[in-house]
């Protein structure tokens, strides 16, 4: 299990090409939602989001153990930041995405130093691609969540949290694959055992949810969530035991729910956030995280959505 150790080399590894992130406040939100709660803005992370701290960790850890290529499957936040962070790191990086990929990601790849590889449209074509790749070229592949350094890289988030709001009673986390709240829970439980953690999942992707609720590793089919970031099937073997073990609740959001909270978020706090970058204020806004009176941290993992999604999401939502 990924361990605060991990965690603090993580950070003397990364600090050089991360951002450490602001906390944002808005008065009138707190007002409007009726809860004390701040933003911990990953949305003005580099590469626009989270990932770039663990993909900072495996890349740079791979390096010193002499790679010279790294490769992703991932279209989304996870296959910019290994992009970036080969880009940076003087390597190369392919990054495998699906056929039908949205031109403005693979643009983002591409504009960070990413080689384009099309395969599939599913993750399980996708994954033993860029693994098959990385042999073939004497590479590493980088997993996105399931990976001892990707879980320190995100606790690093942790960390940052405890030290920028000490009063802090309660952080909620977004959960895909479980790599950002299974850092998370690692760093705040070591350092901050008082602060309850919870998750937050988009009721359409609630895998780790029936997880938690069977006591084993549980997929889910398909999910067309708008949380584009929290789609995974089921969560990791690395990190379903730290999140079964450490994790104080999960609740579960509805997509308007989502929309609801990326609306507010930019009309009070003019902060532009991607839907799976909102699903832990949602949990909030709603009501099913965290209780008036406590100092309260939402996690906005992101915030790589383009403007005309973003308006369309805003509008379907309006007229319904
Ligand atoms: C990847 C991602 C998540 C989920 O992180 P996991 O480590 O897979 O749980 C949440 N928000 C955004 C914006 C992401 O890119």
Redesign the pocket.
Known sequence: MANIEEVEQARSRIQNIIHKTPIVHSQSLQEKWGRRVFFKAEHLQKTG???IRGAANAVTNAVSNGATLVTAASS???GQAVAYVANELGISSVIVVPTDASPAKVAAIKAYGGQIEYCGTTSAERIPHAKSLANQLSGVYIP??DHRDIIAG?GTVGLEMVEQLPDAEFIVV????????SGILTAVKAKRPDILVIGAEPALANDTALSLERGEITAIGPTETIAD??R?SQPGDLTFPIVSELLDGLVLVEEQEIIEAMRDIAARTKQLV?P??AVAAAAIMSGKAGAPGQTIVAVI??G?VDLPRFAGLLNAAETK
Do not use: A, C, R
């Open positions: 989001s989270f990932k989304g936040n996870h996105p969540y995100q977004p959960v895909g694959g479980g790599g950002l709240i970031g929290l995974t991607e799976s970058g993992s992101g790589n």
